[in-house]
């Protein structure tokens, strides 16, 4: 059974910094996508980063360009998001999702993974 579980959210204040990791079990996504997606009250689900196979690529939303930082650790197979300068804005619950074979062109669209995690809000005060 393939679980991914989230940790690390939390209420900071605005301009301030917070690390989510994500830890899965289960089963290896070395050759695949690990990702973090957000969804705030009213809103559609939003692309946050995502690291991309063994080359360890990585993709950002424009949103947080600059500010996260996305690392994955394939030995432990983990996905860590580095949120810094975070904003008001920035508030929503936070999912981790994991692909083991999806493709480069889909790395952004969440409708492609097919693990989620159950979330962890992050709360930015201003």
């Known amino acids: 059974q393939v679980q991914l579980v989230e940790s690390g959210g939390g209420l900071v204040q605005a301009g301030g910094s917070l690390r989510l990791s994500c830890a899965a079990s289960?089963?290896?996504?070395?050759?695949?996508?690990m990702a973090w997606f957000r969804q705030a009250p009213g809103n559609e689900r939003e692309f946050v980063a995502a690291?991309?196979?063994?080359?360890?690529?990585?993709y950002y939303g424009d949103s947080v360009k600059g500010r996260f930082i996305v690392s994955r650790d394939n030995a432990k197979n983990t996905v860590h998001l580095e949120m810094n300068s975070l904003k008001p804005e920035d508030t929503a619950v936070y999912y981790c999702?994991?692909?083991?074979?999806?493709?480069?062109?889909?790395?952004?669209?969440?409708?492609?993974?097919?693990?989620w995690g159950q979330g962890t809000q992050v709360t930015v005060s201003s």
């Open positions: 999702a994991a692909d083991a074979g999806i493709i480069l062109s889909s790395v952004r669209n969440g409708a492609h993974y097919d693990y």
């Open positions: 289960g089963r290896s996504f070395i050759n695949g996508a």
């Open positions: 690291v991309w196979r063994r080359s360890g690529n990585k």
